[in-house]
């Protein structure tokens, strides 16, 4: 019988002889493991494994060749295995220590200041049973530890198994730091990360994130199984500071590893950003089951705005042709690139008058045209020696933004797109009307999941209201919520629009308010 060959093809930018000599460990594992399941499948007692690099930049190949028995093979896959369980075995323990100290939490100070047993009891419900809560509480009542206590004390509780908590502002992220430290200074056992925003925590500013460019890119996934053991063994609570001492340690991104290490903590602290925007949120979270998380969603009435901006991109028919004069020297094909996009917006200009000009989709022919520059770009410079500059990387951010937002299947609701011509200058707009802002950023993210999700709001409750229907198709106002006849009619008007928009039945709608 012929030997069966088991090949594993990688593709680089760097020079071959030292991407292979930084990467054969875990390459040559990623081959052995398709080995493995090859030869038990077929029975075969050996075979020859070939690694081959792939230069991106000109027709160089490499080979590397190694022959195995299935024996070496076997033993080999078994070693991985024991590595991995063992490194489970520490995030395994560290639940069960954690559920343990949940059980036995209490209230981390003294007397509780009026409104904070009713506000708990709410969260506790919610944490227990599953669904939506709004809460509105004054400044001073003491929100933050009110809904991360109950939530914490879930754990032990339910099957709950992490906490987000989302705010729009520094100052949020900061005290839901202070009660989470609280917490663990309390006895509870958790793990509590702040992700920070990659241009404050990067180590290398105005380096592209590539080890070429990066030092601290370099080598990254060899480095971090042992800085991930080293993190979750030696602390609970991580903010930039505490981060940076481990990054330092080994010499690996920040911002990358704290995403990386939120994965094995308990309590994750973040912008609405890294949950709701359809580009830029954590999709390792929910590329397994995520109906175990709880989402603190703090002061949401920031969710209106912030909502809009995650939906909505611009193209600068100027940053365009200051981006194509960027690329003057760029090969035939990404010149015909550019010249079908450049007519798209000269057609704008010559056939419509100064103003907006709204389109229910754009045409096909344009998503091909924008898609087709997006990726000869892309294109030439993996192939070239060629530095961008700085307007020319922020078009294309907002291009390829532009591009995901067309092409988001997951969105159910239309979007328009606007020609807005003024003078000389035509952009072109992916947005959202605004009756559809919040509905896509919160119906669309959470009805992916079954979550529990406590909202904090002040002095903002209509917009989030009609959200309640959209989740449930049902909606309550009780007494208890204590709505003023202003809030209280505009709150109708809102469900009117959803009503008359959806064609949703409101049949199930209380409003017990008599003023109202």
Known sequence: KETPIIEELKSTIEDLDVYYKKNEEWHLGQAIVYAYMFLKEKKVNQCEIILTYISQIND???????????????????????????????????????????RNLTFPFKNMRKGQKNFISLTSEIMSLGGVAFIEAPTGIGKTISALYPSAKSFSETSNDKIFYLTAKNTGKDAAYLASSILVKHGLDVGVIYITAKEKICACPGASCNPDECPFAKGYYSKLKQALSDAIKNKKLYNINEIKKITDKYKICPFEFSLDLSLYMDIVIADYNYFFDPIVHLERYFEVDASNYIVLVDEAHNLLDRASEMYSETLSYSLFKECRTDYRYADKTLKRAFSRVNKIFTQQLENNEVGSKVIDDIEHETYLALNSLSNNMSNFLKENDFHPSDVSIDFSRRLNRFLKLISNRNCTVTRKTIFHILNTVAKAYSCISSRHYIKICLVEALSKVEMKIITTLINFHIVLIAIKLELSKSCSVSNRTNYHAKECTVILVVLWLIKTENNIALDSILIKNDEA
């Open 60 to 102: 160089e190949r490499k080979e590397h060749k190694y022959k195995f028995s299935y024996q070496e093979v076997e033993k080999k896959v078994i070693g991985y295995i024991k590595q991995y369980l063992k490194f489970y075995l520490n995030i395994y323990e560290h639940k069960v220590k954690r559920n343990e100290s949940s």
